[in-house]
């Protein structure tokens, strides 16, 4: 028992370093972006949107790593799950109003929200995940990253007083240095973390999948439900949104596709049977939800209470 309580302690610290990394990591290269000029558009969708997705991308890459590559799909379908249910579900039920959604989803970005979750269902019936499914991932993922990019083109870029502040400062060396721990941070965190798994699931006889389809895909999903909870009381929960569906494009598409390039991953059948088809159904009732360009707070307690039933079932507590 108190072996058990000590990895658990452990994997509470691994978690804790993937998010706090991931914060100081993210932090760090907006203002390094910002003094070499980058525009305020292009570090949101890229600097930004990864810096959040940091923790299940290395986690992921530990894992295979680590020789427990059936961490990998676990990781992405619960942290899928989570940021549709529990995150998208929390802003809409804090904010003080509906999620009033006020840019255009519906064109490319919510299509292609739809179709990595598919694609994702789809390579995955058959227990198994080649190299070139990795790359073809990658490919999907380089689509809508050269759609951002032209989106980005398009847009009036607004010069904020911090950005010019920062630019005619001197080189960022505290920004850098920042960087570099929230890295070193991070890969600790995520070693750690898988070691912890590991050796829990081994004490307590339940597979390596179980424990990262919920509580590693929750732990390295807390960045985006900062943000999102952040954002619902400042009455900008529409930001919930757009980080859900930019964060499960990058988990379905880039998160997969880097630990398959290091060969055959292996599925666990647990994850594909019961955990899949949940996430599909997430993705394809988003899709619907936010067709009027708003969430209300009764389809936030909605979606909150599939997430209860995701983890009641997980632990067979339902």
């Not at 427990?68 to 799909?73: G, H, N, P, R, T």
């Not at 598919?118 to 070139?132: A, N």
């Not at 398959?260 to 899709?287: E, K």
């Amino acid at each position: 028992m108190l072996e058990l309580l000590r990895w658990i302690a452990l994997l509470a610290v691994s978690l804790a370093g993937l998010v706090k990394g991931s914060d100081w990591f993210t932090e760090a290269a907006e203002k390094i972006g910002l003094w070499f000029g980058l525009p305020p558009f292009i570090i949101g969708v890229t600097i930004v949107a990864v810096g959040t997705s940091l923790p299940e991308l290395l986690s992921s890459i530990a894992a295979t790593w680590h020789g427990s590559s059936e961490v990998v799909l676990g990781n992405v379908v619960g942290s899928n799950i989570v940021n549709i249910f529990l995150i998208v579900g929390a802003a809409a039920i804090m904010t003080r109003r509906n999620i009033n959604i006020t840019y255009d989803l519906v064109d490319v970005d919510l299509p292609i929200f739809v179709g990595s979750g598919v694609w994702l269902y789809l390579i995955v019936q058959d227990g198994t995940f080649s190299i070139g499914e990795a790359i073809l991932s990658l490919f999907g993922f380089l689509i809508y990253v050269i759609y951002i990019f032209q989106e980005g083109s398009t847009e009036v870029v607004v010069e904020t007083e911090t950005a010019e502040k920062i630019r005619s400062s001197r080189f960022p060396k505290k920004a850098i240095a920042k960087l570099v721990i929230g890295c070193l941070t991070m890969i600790l965190g995520a070693n750690y973390t898988i070691d912890s798994v590991r050796e829990i699931s081994e004490i307590i006889q339940v597979g390596q999948e179980i424990i990262a389809i919920s509580i590693v895909a929750f732990g390295t999903s807390l960045p985006e439900l900062v943000v999102s909870v952040t954002m619902a009381k400042k009455d900008k929960a529409e930001v919930a949104v757009g980080n859900v569906i930019g964060s499960n494009i990058f988990n379905s598409f880039f998160v997969m596709g880097i630990p398959g390039l290091a060969g055959t991953l292996v599925l666990a059948p647990s994850t594909i049977q019961n955990g899949l088809p949940l996430m599909l159904v997430g993705t394809i009732l988003l899709f619907f939800v936010v067709q009027d360009k708003k969430v209300t707070a009764w389809e936030g307690w909605t979606f909150v209470m599939f997430y209860i039933w995701f983890v009641g079932h997980t632990f067979h507590f339902i």
